[in-house]
């Protein structure tokens, strides 16, 4: 399912909602402007499916220290 931008009653702001992958999206769009909300809600969606594809970005993962 596509993730899809509303328009909040209370604040007014865009915002950001649905499911990818099973993964529960809601946040609030970075603009006021519909269109790059829009836009910021589509490259959420493919930046989400291409790391389940090909995995994290080098230098996207956290390190882990040895003890």
Do not use: C, D, Y
Not at 59 to 66: D, F, I, K
């Amino acid at each position: 399912m596509p993730l899809k931008v509303v328009k909040r009653k209370s604040t007014g702001s865009w915002t950001i909602s649905g499911t990818v992958l099973g993964r529960r999206i809601r946040l609030r769009a970075s603009s006021n402007n519909k269109r790059f909300a829009e836009e910021e809600a589509t490259a959420l969606e493919a930046r989400m499916l291409r790391e389940a594809w090909h995995g994290s970005k080098a230098g996207q993962r956290p390190s882990a220290r040895p003890r």
